[in-house]
Antibody, heavy 121, light 107 residues
Framework: QVQLLESGPGLVKPSETLSLNCSVF??????????WAWIRQPPGKGLEWIGS???????QYNPSLKRRVTISADTSKNVFFLKITSMTATDTAVYYC?????????????WGQGTLVTVSS | DIQMTQSPSSLSASVGDRVIITCRAS??????LNWYQQKPGEAPKLLIY???TLHSGVPSRFSGSGSGTEFTLTISGLQPEDIASYYC??????????FGQGTRLDI
């Protein structure tokens, strides 16, 4: 069974950079079958895709966040990362990491439990 | 970008009811549409992919239909455990991967 586990700070100050980790168990980031993604959900609101990557060099970001987002991975540790710069209150959200199939199916089949990040001074 | 619009944004129904949630795309997405269920405090779970194919383990009271720009998720015989928010997701033209704004279902 594939499991994903997010970790990182629950509180970030405005203008600072958010750094989150996603540890993957039961699958390998080195495999070429799946994509790995970050999605966020502001309290009481809908889902927003942040970005995805696979092990063949495909890396895509949501254009609305592209200027501030970096997604990377350490395949030797089976962990991938999210960095968002210049955080503001509107970035307060539950952040999920997830696995998805390639296009066009693009089904998100495994998700982490999510981690709440609050932006506040 | 393709915009996804769900309706209604919320609804209340009774156990045993037939519930229909609609998702409209701003341009044709053929059958590249997935549905997710999200219970409070949990991550979303895949229900249906390719507009009408039930994901493994999903009860048969859930069904999906549609193509082009209009899609529906139907729950036939609502159960108490179906209390959740439901999201559609288009997979036709990406990036970005776009979700609908969600439909909150109460009993």
């Amino acid at each position: 069974q594939v499991q994903l586990l997010e970790s990182g700070p629950g509180l970030v100050k405005p203008s600072e950079t958010l750094s989150l980790n996603c540890s993957v168990f039961g699958d390998s980031l080195s495999a070429e079958t799946y994509f790995w993604a970050w999605i966020r959900q502001p309290p009481g609101k809908g889902l927003e895709w942040i970005g995805s990557f696979d092990n063949t060099g495909n890396l895509q970001y949501n254009p609305s966040l592209k200027r501030r987002v970096t997604i990377s991975a350490d395949t030797s540790k089976n962990v991938f990362f999210l960095k968002i710069t210049s955080m503001t209150a509107t970035d307060t959200a539950v952040y999920y990491c997830a696995r998805h199939n390639p296009p066009p199916t693009l089904t998100f089949d495994f998700w982490g439990q999510g981690t709440l990040v609050t932006v506040s001074s | 970008d393709i915009q996804m619009t769900q309706s209604p944004s919320s609804l209340s129904a009774s156990v045993g009811d037939r519930v229909i949630i609609t998702c409209r795309a701003s341009q044709t997405i053929k059958k590249y549409l997935n549905w997710y269920q999200q219970k409070p405090g949990e991550a979303p779970k895949l229900l249906i992919y390719g507009a009408s194919t039930l994901h493994s383990g999903v009860p048969s009271r859930f069904s999906g239909s549609g193509s082009g720009t209009e899609f529906t998720l139907t729950i036939s015989g609502l159960q108490p455990e179906d209390i959740a928010s439901y999201y559609c997701q288009q997979t036709s033209i990406t990036p970005p991967i776009a979700f609908g704004q969600g439909t909150r279902l109460d009993i």
